[in-house]
């Protein structure tokens, strides 16, 4: 069984939030979500050590 999810009711914060959580679920503790501000546009960063 599989569930559905409506992300189009989502705004661009709280899907910026649910990416960040995601990856950090799956790829684990090398990922960093940055909040809004002067980052250069970006969302997240993956750091492998």
Not at 3 to 32: C, I, Q, R, W
Request: no cysteine.
């Amino acid at each position: 069984m599989s569930d559905s999810y409506d992300l189009t009711k989502l705004d661009p914060n709280t899907f910026e939030h649910l990416v960040n959580l995601l990856a950090m679920k799956v790829l684990g503790a090398g990922h960093t979500g940055f909040g809004p501000g002067s980052d250069g546009g970006r969302d997240g960063y993956m750091e492998i050590i």
